[in-house]
């Protein structure tokens, strides 16, 4: 069963259109919006990924607001479901493609931090990068389930590379 994208090498554009959808993002979280991020695969350069783009909102408010459910609706995205209390998850695709993945989470929620630490690290660490990549490469071909199975395959490596750098 395939994920939602092929794996590709790094591309130099992914900060640039990551930057493009913060910049259609922004308003409509408004005063609420504490910081938006680039995260996953895309945002750490050298680094092979599916090419959809990871962005973290991080937001003063607990529950999100039907009009903002609307506001992306406009811009294309669908709810997905809850990864965890306090981090929502929505979802847009392009004819059918995979384009980018929204992650608005609580402040102070512990999915921030590691998103955060993780992407930094991979940024400044070659061997650490170098050894994730060939794990993601190494997933896809062996999948057959689908991207459930492949993002419990990589939480191992995430979760010791995290408990690892502290």
């Not at 591309?11 to 409509?28: F, M, Q, T, V």
């Not at 599916?50 to 607001?65: F, G, N, Q, Y």
Request: aromatic content about 8%; charged content about 25%.
């Amino acid at each position: 069963m395939a994920l939602t994208s092929t794996i590709q090498l790094y591309n130099p554009a992914w900060p640039g259109k990551y930057a493009d959808e913060a910049l259609r993002l922004s308003p409509i979280f408004g005063r609420a919006l504490v910081g938006l991020h680039h995260v996953g695969s895309t945002a750490v350069p050298d680094l092979a990924a599916k090419p959809e783009i990871d962005l973290l909102a991080v937001v003063d408010i607990t529950v999100v607001p039907e009009s903002w459910t609307r506001g992306f609706g406009d811009l294309g995205y669908g709810r997905g479901g809850d990864l965890s209390p306090g981090h929502r998850f929505f979802k847009r695709d392009v004819e059918g493609v995979r384009t980018h993945k929204l992650h608005v989470c609580d402040p102070g929620h512990t999915s921030i931090d590691g998103m955060l630490r993780f992407r930094n690290h991979l940024r400044g660490d070659p061997a650490d990068r170098a050894a994730y990549q060939a794990l993601k490469l190494r997933l896809e071909r062996e999948n057959t389930g689908g991207i459930g199975q492949y993002l419990a395959a990589k939480a191992p490596f995430i979760d010791g590379l995290l408990a690892r750098i502290g």
